[in-house]
């Protein structure tokens, strides 16, 4: 059974400070989603990591994939209130991109000034 | 245009009625999903149609029936639902065996 775990799962921030989400899963796979979530809102997609090494990079978010390791990680850096959502990781349950998407439970991040 | 349009956006059923969500994207995407999500957790599939056929069934009750008319449109019909099915209902397009998968806005389901 595929498990993708996410930590933290609360994460109340300063703005100003980094910090980094880890995404944990357990078996192979070659791509990784983040995605973020405003509450009562739907997924917006942040990142798709393809391959072993990958680190991609939008504003404040850098987002990168050990597959090796089977850890991706997502990095705030200078977090701003903007940012405040649940953030969630999902690898795909055949790997490759079937669509079917295991999700972490999501890290919901508050970010105050 | 990379938007996935989903109908209604709210919607309040009783047990005994049939209705239906309805999905619409104009991106060319061939593959199609419904994701649930229940309040505080994460999403969860229940189906995906590729070249409109169903691919995957996710050990969904019957109570939930997909159907797919055409490459741009995915309806998920809904008869004799609990209220333990109130969610959000989402909708995703993508290409097939492609990068990103695009989600709806979501309809949100109340069952009383």
């Not at chain 2, 997909?66 to 449109?73: I, R, W």
């Amino acid at each position: 059974e595929l498990k993708v775990e996410q930590n933290p799962l609360f994460l109340s921030m300063q703005e100003g400070k980094n910090y980094t989400i880890y995404c944990n899963y357990s078996t192979t796979s070659d791509r990784l989603y983040w995605y973020r979530q405003d509450p009562g809102k739907s997924l917006e997609s942040l990142f798709v990591l393809l391959s072993n090494g990958a680190v991609k990079q939008e504003g404040r978010l850098m987002a990168s994939l050990d597959t090796k390791a089977r850890l991706s990680t997502l990095h705030i850096t200078a977090a701003v209130h903007d940012l405040s959502a649940t953030y969630f990781c999902a690898v795909d349950l055949y790997g490759g991109s079937q669509g079917n998407l295991i999700f972490g439970k999501g890290t919901k991040l508050s970010v105050k000034p | 245009d990379t938007e996935v349009t989903q109908t209604p956006k709210h919607l309040v059923m009783g047990m005994t009625n049939k209705k239906s969500l309805k999905c619409e994207q104009h991106m060319g995407h061939r593959a199609m999903y419904w994701y649930k999500q229940k309040a505080k957790k994460p999403p969860e599939l229940m189906f995906v149609y590729s070249y409109e056929k169903l691919s995957i069934n996710e050990s969904v009750p019957s109570r939930f029936s997909p159907e797919c008319p055409n490459s741009s449109l995915l309806n998920l019909h809904l008869h004799a639902l609990q209220p333990e099915d109130s969610a959000l209902y989402l909708c995703a397009s993508s290409q097939v065996s492609g990068n990103t998968i695009y989600f709806g806005e979501g309809s949100w389901l109340t069952v009383v």
